[in-house]
């Protein structure tokens, strides 16, 4: 009997709980758990993660996008994703015309030079510097520089959408015997671009419109010579037919 008790007096003492390896197994199932519920979710590719996406794209380009607040369901991997995000046909209109520019831009480095564009809930505004169209003081198109146009009348010829040339200036006045103020100068090469924009498109006058704003609109307040090039501009405002703001 003594060497019994010797025996059990080395034996270790028993440890309480579950065994080790169940701590492993456990981790093991819990990650394993998680990497078929992200396999889920990355397989359901529908037409809602899709808008998400071109909400995002919006966002990117400057377009206001109003989203629906994330509803979730637990224990249902199926409901964890953002709510669907509907676009309105208009928007979606707006952004094909942003992306359809953008890649024309980077297509003709030019134009990618001295052209911005920006986008609202109405249309896409695309802006060049006066001086590559016109000398100081003048309506007259300098030669070549119809191209610059090219973008836009893609644009109107793939869509179902109208444009206003906008004649802007700076406040200093570069007057002239045909043009004793601003207003006569940004009309008179608004009204120039949109003569170029018909003889190159065929386009109906029905869709074009010209409008000249002198310094009325400056981007910029003109107080330095950056700010006034800047506001010395051209636009092109690609809208839909029922929107009347100029």
Known sequence: MADSRKRGGNEPPVEEGLPLWMATFADLVTLLLCFFVLLLSFAQQDANKFKTLAGSVKDAFGIQVKRKTANFAA??????ERSDVKLKKDDQMILGMLLEIKSYMLEDPSLQKVATVTADNKGLILRIPVTNFFAPGSATLKTGSEKLLDGAINILKQHTVNMVVRGHTANIIEKTEAYPTNWELSSARAAALLRAIMSRSKLPASRLKAVGYADSRPLLPNTTEENRKLNDRM???????????W
């Open 75 to 80: 224990f249902s991997p199926s409901k964890f």
């Open 235 to 245: 636009e092109f405002y690609i809208h839909r037919p029922e929107d009347k703001s």
